[in-house]
Structure formats: structure tokens, C-alpha cells
């Protein structure tokens, strides 16, 4: 019976949020975007996908995929680029060592878990093929890096090959045809700036009205203020945000996430028929995050959307009551605010730098807070998603 032996590894890994926004492919089979991006990547306790993979000769064809407990599809385009690229690397491994078990010629059981809300905006795509490529690297003992590894992850999400990578995360578009130059580097780890917090407001929780490719893939069709957007905006964008991180300026860091921000929504805007992923909560979020701003006389706080309403709001641990406070004045009965990270803020009292029209718009469509902060790349853990037996823990 050992040829029908077991094996199995299990991973997490983290969601991260763009503060340069990477929107438009150059080449869409390759997941290759048309320009660079760089984002925060946030800690596992909050936000992450757990995902074990398994192979054994006792497995049947073909490879399989839970994902929160509902049947996925691996066969199709991303999926198999990755499982494809993997089974490459240890087939060479194995070709090199005749002693090695022949792992790349057997079927896969895959069950993931994301402790978020999938498909709303919340990177989730980017958390669940991160760990599916770290978790199958471990399983196959692959030797290879994680900027190596993110240009495989990167064939499945895009913004996959950061979570690779903890800290904070770029993304170089690269010029070659092939992809070989586009992978994700490292900017500054975690401990260079440990202090950054993000304050994520749940709009919604419901799977986006048009997903992030067919959204991009519009954009680049037909939005002209794409391409001033990728040519010019977002290059200096870059140059900037890498300096404000090195120099942990937090003031440049917010005006640059904000404003990259709103450019990457007006190309959305800009797309016909224009994509609209903010609501009305969304711009509430926005006023309000000025308003807790211009009572600050500086930048203390920054908000940043992806393709979906929810608000991601960065400020640093020492103004987490002057700004997390206020929304915890203001959205004390939502869920959220339990737990260590929830008891370190204090709720702001008195006349609250917001107006009352926003405030009462954020009281009505927040539906829930996440607390969170800056954290680090993938770690492999021995809490299997799959017993010993290759059958599915049910939790």
C-alpha cells in the first residue's frame, strides 16, 4: 500500500490591497499588465486563504477543487496554467532524482477556505492562487523562490504573484514577451514600517457586477484616459510611493494611495459603458476620510477602493483613535469591533469630524468592519483541510 501513500501539504496566505492599482493586460493568456503596481500586504490573523493540496496514486482523475466547501472548476484557462507550471518544475526535480516519488503524475485534491467574503473586492482571487501555488510548491519540495513562484501565481490572478510576498509588494509589468521579467519584488518588509493599519468598511459582501478582467478588458478597449493613466500617471505614481515607503512618510503614502485611487476609478468611469464600482457608501467613505483629514490639518488617514465598493482606509498605529475612532463612534453596532485590534481603539466622543448626511449614509450601508494590518507572505501550516484518509475535514 505505500504507493498509495498520502501526501499533503497546507499553506495560508494573505490578501493585499493595491495602493498602485494594476488594471489592464498587455497580454492576457500570460496575465501580463500593461503597468506596474505595488500594494500593502495585510496580516493572516484577519484576512487569508488556507488551502491544502494532496496527491496520491489511490486518487482518481481528474484533479479536484473545494473552495468554502462548493466545487470549483480547474480545468479551465488560469488553473491549469498554474498546475501545469508546477507539475513542469517537478518533473524536472524528479527527472534529475529516479529515487523521488513521481508526485507530478498524480491526481490533485485541493480544499481552500478564505476567512473573507469572496469575489467583493476584497482580493480574493489574489489570497486563494497564492496559496494554491505555495501549498503545491510545498507539496512538490520546489526549491524556488517566492518572486520565481509569482510568475506562476501571476498566470492565475494577477495581483496573486504580490500575496506572495509580505510587507510591501510591487509588481513590475516587465517588457518581454515571455513574462520572465514580470514578477513581484519586494519593496520593504513588514519590520521596516510595521506600523501601518487598514480599516476595511463592508459595504458588500455580494460577488461584483463585472468581474476585474472583463472590467479591464473594457478599459483598455475603449477608455482614452487609459492610456495617459498607463503611460504617465502611474509611473510617477510609482517612483513616488516606493520613496514615501523607504522614508515611512506616511503624509506622501496617503495623498498618493488617494489620488491613485480615484485616477484608477476614473478610467473605470472613463470605460464604455462605464463600470461603476462605487456606491454611495463608497463616497460617503471618501468624504469622510477628508473631513477626519482637514480636522487633522494633515493627512492622517487614506482611502483606497479596488474593483468593488469596500473601503480600505490606512492610517498608522498611533492615529488609530484619531481616525478608527471615529468610525468606531460612528459604527459602534456593527460587527467587527471585537477582539484585541477592536479594544486598542477608543471610541471618539463628542462633536465627530463627519457630517451628518455621510454619517448617516455609512450607519445605513456599512455592514461590518475588519480591522487589520500589515503582515507577512505565506506560511506553511499542519492544519490540514484534508485527512490522512484524502477525504475533505468538515469543520
Known amino acids: ?48 486563504a488556507h488551502t491544502t493540496a494532496s496527491c496520491s496514486s489511490s486518487f482518481s482523475h481528474p484533479d479536484t477543487l ?42 490533485l485534491r485541493l480544499v481552500s477556505v478564505n476567512n473573507f467574503p469572496t469575489a467583493a473586492g476584497l482580493a480574493s482571487s489574489a489570497a486563494g492562487f497564492a496559496a494554491l501555488v505555495r501549498t503545491i510548491a510545498d507539496l512538490y519540495a520546489l526549491p524556488h523562490t517566492s518572486t520565481e513562484l509569482s510568475l506562476i501565481a501571476r498566470q492565475g490572478s494577477g495581483s496573486a504573484c504580490r500575496s506572495l510576498l509580505g510587507g510591501y509588494v510591487a509588481w513590475d509589468k516587465g517588457t518581454r514577451d515571455d513574462g520572465m521579467d514580470s514578477t513581484a519584488r519586494l519593496v520593504a518588509p513588514r519590520s521596516h514600517w510595521p506600523e501601518m493599519r487598514a480599516l476595511i468598511l463592508v459595504v458588500s459582501a455580494e460577488k461584483k457586477g463585472i468581474s476585474s478582467t472583463a472590467g479591464m478588458q473594457a478599459t483598455v478597449k475603449t477608455s482614452p484616459l487609459f492610456q495617459i493613466r498607463t503611460n504617465h500617471i502611474v509611473p510617477k505614481q510609482m517612483d513616488e510611493m516606493q520613496k514615501a515607503i523607504l522614508a515611512k512618510d506616511f503624509e506622501a503614502f496617503g495623498k498618493i494611495t488617494m489620488r491613485e485611487s480615484n485616477s484608477f476609478h476614473a478610467t473605470c468611469l472613463d470605460t464604455d459603458p462605464p463600470i461603476f464600482y462605487l456606491n454611495d457608501v463608497s463616497r460617503a467613505a471618501i468624504r469622510s476620510v477628508e473631513e477626519i483629514n482637514e480636522s487633522a490639518g494633515r493627512c492622517v488617514a487614506a482611502y483606497t477602493f479596488d474593483a468593488g465598493p469596500n473601503a480600505v482606509i490606512y492610517h498608522l498605529e498611533d492615529h488609530q483613535n484619531l481616525v478608527s475612532g471615529v468610525f468606531k463612534a460612528l459604527l459602534t453596532d456593527k460587527e467587527g469591533w471585537d477582539g484585541k485590534r477592536g479594544a486598542a481603539i477608543t471610541a471618539r466622543t463628542g462633536v465627530l469630524p463627519v457630517d451628518d448626511k455621510v454619517a448617516k449614509v455609512l450607519t445605513e450601508g456599512v455592514s461590518r468592519v475588519i480591522l487589520t494590518g500589515i503582515g507577512e507572505g505565506p506560511e506553511m501550516v499542519q492544519d490540514h483541510l484534508i485527512d490522512e484518509h484524502g477525504h475533505p475535514v468538515r469543520n
Open 1 to 48: 500500500m505505500g504507493n498509495e501513500k498520502i501526501y499533503r501539504a497546507s499553506t495560508t496566505a494573505p490578501v493585499n490591497i493595491a495602493v498602485i492599482k494594476y488594471w489592464g493586460k498587455r497580454d492576457p493568456t500570460l496575465n501580463l499588465p500593461t503597468n506596474s503596481s505595488l500594494s500593502v500586504t495585510l496580516a493572516q490573523s484577519d484576512l487569508r
Open 66 to 107: 473545494l473552495l468554502n466547501s462548493v466545487p470549483q472548476e480547474v480545468s479551465s484557462a488560469r488553473p491549469q496554467a498554474c498546475l501545469t507550471a508546477l507539475r513542469s518544475l517537478r518533473t524536472a526535480i524528479e527527472n534529475g532524482d529516479p529515487a523521488l516519488p513521481k508526485l507530478s503524475k498524480l491526481p
